[in-house]
C-alpha cells in the first residue's frame, strides 16, 4: 500500500456542496467516533498501519466534510505520521481557501475548485500547492492551455476530477451530476490535451476517484482500514 486516506470525524458539512459524493454512501458516514472516544486506540492503530506498510509512501489527508473543520485532528495526523516515518508525504484535500497556519505541517495542500471564476482569486499557499479541477459545467468549452493562464504560477500540481453519481443512493446529487458535469466534447479535448502535455507541471486526469481498488486505502475515525468507501 503506497498510499492511505484518512479521514476526519463526519459533522455536518459547511459548504454542502451539491454533487458530494459522501452524500450517497449507503452507511451514511455513521462510524464510531473513536479519534475522540478513544484517542489511543486510534492514535496506536494508525502507527500501527504506518509501521506494518513499509512502502507506505503518501497520506492524504480527507473526510466526509470539509477536513479543515476539524483543524486540531489534521494537526494531530501530520504529528503522529512525521513522527512515525518522516519520509511519507502528506496531503490535504480541501476547500477550505483561508492561509491557517496548519498548512505549514502539510506537504501538498490540495485545493479542490469546482468554478473555474475561482482558479485565480484564490491565494494558495503550502510547500506544494496542488489544485483538484472538480470538473463541473463551468469549465465548458475551455482547453488546457486557457484553464493553466488562470492558475497562480505558484501551483505546481493539477488533477482534473469527475464527478462521480452515487447509482441512485442520493437522487438529487445524481440529478445535480447529471445536469452540471463537463460536457463530452470537452472533457474529451482535455483527456487528449492532459496526454499530450509536456510541460513542467504535473497535471493528472482521475475519472474514477472513488475506485480505491491498487490505489490506496482508507483509515476512517474509528480506527480501522477499509478497501472501498462503501
Excluded at 451514511?28 to 500501527?48: D, M, Q, S, T
Excluded at 476539524?70 to 492561509?99: P, R
Aim: glycine content about 4%.
Amino acid at each position: 500500500m503506497k498510499s492511505l486516506q484518512v479521514v476526519t470525524p463526519h459533522i455536518k458539512c459547511i459548504f454542502n456542496c451539491p454533487f458530494c459524493i459522501a452524500k450517497g454512501h449507503k452507511h451514511r458516514n455513521n462510524f464510531v467516533n473513536n479519534y475522540e472516544n478513544n484517542f489511543e486506540l486510534w492514535k496506536n492503530n494508525l502507527i500501527r498501519v504506518i509501521n506494518e506498510n513499509k512502502d507506505l509512501k503518501y497520506v492524504v489527508i480527507t473526510g466526509t466534510n470539509e477536513p479543515m473543520q476539524s483543524k486540531k485532528c489534521v494537526s494531530d495526523i501530520c504529528n503522529i505520521v512525521k513522527t512515525a516515518n518522516k519520509d511519507i508525504q502528506i496531503e490535504l484535500q480541501t476547500h477550505y481557501y483561508k492561509q491557517d497556519d496548519v498548512y505549514n505541517k502539510i506537504d501538498v495542500v490540495a485545493y479542490s475548485i469546482s468554478d473555474i471564476k475561482l482558479l485565480n482569486r484564490i491565494k494558495p499557499i503550502g510547500k506544494i500547492q496542488r489544485y483538484v479541477l472538480i470538473m463541473t459545467d463551468s469549465y465548458n468549452g475551455y482547453s488546457l492551455d486557457e484553464i493553466l493562464k488562470l492558475i497562480p504560477d505558484s501551483v505546481k500540481q493539477i488533477t482534473f476530477k469527475k464527478l462521480i453519481d452515487t447509482n441512485g443512493v442520493n437522487l438529487k446529487v445524481d440529478k445535480y451530476i447529471s445536469i452540471h458535469s463537463i460536457d463530452d466534447k470537452t472533457l474529451n479535448r482535455l483527456i487528449i490535451d492532459v496526454d499530450n502535455y509536456k510541460g513542467d507541471l504535473s497535471i493528472r486526469m482521475d475519472l474514477d476517484c472513488m475506485n480505491c481498488e491498487g490505489r490506496y486505502k482508507i483509515f476512517r475515525e474509528d480506527g480501522k482500514v477499509y478497501d472501498n468507501w462503501g
